[in-house]
């Protein structure tokens, strides 16, 4: 049987149906107009910091701020770049940094594919153990961190620094690889090796590509860390030629009675200038690393 339309009465026109409208449209517009917000005071420091860069001190101090950079100069930029301390704090920052982005990964990706792949005996004592170690407050271990690198010759050095930072940022980064590690299925493994590889090749080839992103995600976290820390390399680092760039840029400020703020503002932005790069650089990778893991799988 069929149903039976109705028929509209002659000369009258079917009436068109009411278009509902979206449910949550003016939650939806509410909440996007309070990120635009929240996102514009976020970045207006450091729009802020980059447009005091380009003026001198005795504009910046009056009365009537600039909110554009029109009328300004790379002159503050020039006073920076002259500087031979700048150039020794970058290396020394780009060093320390690198050294512990490497360590970290390597030592981390190791101990959170163990813990995530095997049941041993401690395994439950490891992963607690990680987790009170993050908990310590790092001021509390600077005297024995400092005697320990004195001991062993390493203070106002690279090496010690990079060691101080690797043991800082290790926990967290285990942590946030065995999170990576237990979302990628064992059974993916044992697939491959029903195929006929062996556990490490279906390891390289199959669970390696799928770890790619959290990687990347946990080295962008350890090169944000160890690039604008400023506590423990004051700690380790006493020698002025040594310097990371967070105590240069501190030691500018400190150096001058009359602080010349366009010349700070600028060494800020300079310093920023690598960990953006980085961080677009790494962006685009960890987008392609999801799509091939996704592929892959």
């Known amino acids: 049987m069929t149903a039976i339309q109705p028929v509209a009465a002659p000369g009258t026109a079917p009436r068109p149906a009411r278009a509902r409208p979206p449910r949550g449209g003016a939650r939806r517009r509410l909440l996007g107009a309070l990120a635009v917000v929240v996102a514009l005071a976020w970045l207006f420091p ?87 170690v993050q908990m310590i407050p790092a001021e509390g271990l600077f005297i024995s961190q400092y005697r320990m690198l004195d001991g062993w010759d390493l203070v106002n050095s690279v090496l010690g620094l990079g060691v101080v930072y690797v043991a800082a940022v290790l926990p967290f980064t285990i942590w946030m690889l065995r999170g990576f590690a237990d979302g990628v299925p064992v059974e993916l493994e044992e697939a491959a090796m029903v195929d006929g590889l062996t556990r490490t090749g279906a390891f390289f080839r199959v669970t390696l590509p799928l770890l790619a992103p959290g990687l990347v995600a946990s080295g962008v976290y350890g090169f944000l860390q160890a690039w604008n820390e400023y506590t423990l390399a004051l700690v380790v680092m006493t020698d002025p030629d040594r310097r990371t760039l967070p105590l240069w840029l501190q030691g500018l400020i400190e150096g001058n ?35 091939s893991g996704a592929v892959k799988g």
């Open 46 to 132: 450091v729009y802020w910091m980059v447009n005091s860069a380009f003026f001198p001190t005795a504009q910046l101090q009056r009365s009537e701020p600039n909110f554009l950079p029109f009328g300004g100069s790379l002159a503050n930029f020039r006073t920076v770049l002259a500087d031979p301390t700048f150039a020794a704090s970058m290396r020394t920052s780009l060093a320390v940094t690198l050294l512990t982005v490497a360590v970290a990964l390597v030592v981390a990706f190791v101990a959170a594919v163990a813990v995530s792949r095997f049941r041993f005996r401690g395994r439950k004592g490891f992963v607690l153990t990680v987790l009170v």
């Open 257 to 291: 009675k009359a602080v010349d703020w366009g010349v700070v503002m600028a060494g800020a932005t300079l310093v920023a200038l690598p960990v953006i790069a980085f961080f677009l650089l790494v962006q685009h990778r960890m987008s392609s690393g999801l799509v």
